[in-house]
């Protein structure tokens, strides 16, 4: 069974990085139940008028998308990898088939013309440099998404199974507004 703080971080964990590569943020939501669900709202919208655009909005997704399962393992203010990458297949598996999606596009536009074995050798240096800058994002906004977890979790007291944070309170929040002007 999750545990239902580690699922605040992990949405949490989503929502920081999302702020930090430039996407619009929304709600963020926890149930605290046996299964452990929640969400946080990812705005996409991005002007992509060039492959180039295309290319970097993949890899911010990516990033956003991996900060789910870094964020969950964080104790202390440090990432857990190897639990990360267990994750990955469990708590985090949706987000793991769109990274799989995201990362198919991008080696189709960066290695069309190379072997499948090099064009996959080279995504999965790209796949382990995205992990890696999600990895130092997470790191560099550990104590923020760890006390927005836990001020989460607190809610669930009043909330009940599922507690949200609305976009219209994040957006003043002070730990965000810290990190994010």
């Given at each position: 069974?999750?545990?239902m703080?580690?699922?605040?971080?992990?949405e949490?964990?989503?929502?920081i990085?999302?702020?930090?590569v430039?996407?619009?943020?929304g709600?963020?939501?926890?149930?605290?139940?046996?299964?452990?669900?929640?969400?946080?709202?990812?705005?996409?919208?991005?002007?992509?008028?060039?492959?180039?655009?295309?290319?970097?909005f993949?890899?911010?997704?990516?990033?956003?998308?991996y900060?789910?399962v870094?964020?969950?393992?964080?104790?202390?203010?440090?990432?857990?990898?190897?639990?990360?990458?267990?994750?990955a297949?469990?708590?985090g598996?949706?987000?793991h088939?769109?990274?799989?999606q995201?990362?198919?596009?991008?080696?189709?536009?960066?290695?069309s013309?190379?072997?499948?074995v090099?064009?996959?050798?080279?995504?999965?240096?790209?796949?382990t440099?995205l992990?890696?800058?999600?990895?130092?994002?997470?790191?560099m906004y550990?104590?923020?998404?760890?006390?927005?977890?836990?001020?989460?979790?607190d809610?669930?007291?009043?909330?009940?199974?599922?507690?949200?944070m609305?976009?219209?309170?994040?957006?003043?929040?002070?730990?965000i507004?810290k990190?994010?002007?």
């Open positions: 069974m999750p545990n703080l580690d699922r605040a971080q992990h949490f964990g989503h929502h990085v999302g702020r930090a430039g996407f619009d943020t709600d963020v939501s926890a149930e605290f139940s046996a299964t452990a669900g929640g969400y946080a709202v990812i705005i996409t919208n991005r002007t992509v008028a060039t492959i180039s655009d295309v290319e970097q993949c890899e911010d997704r990516i990033k956003v998308l900060a789910g870094l964020a969950e393992t964080l104790k202390g203010g440090v990432i857990d990898g190897e639990a990360a990458v267990k994750l297949y469990t708590t598996s949706v987000d088939k769109m990274v799989q995201l990362c198919n596009l991008l080696r189709n536009i960066r290695y013309i190379e072997t499948m090099i064009a996959e050798e080279k995504m999965q240096a790209d796949e440099r992990w890696n800058e999600a990895a130092d994002l997470v790191g550990a104590s923020a998404i760890q006390d927005l977890a836990k001020e989460l979790y809610r669930r007291f009043l909330a009940g199974k599922m507690a949200i609305t976009e219209a309170e994040l957006r003043v929040h002070p730990l507004l990190h994010f002007p």
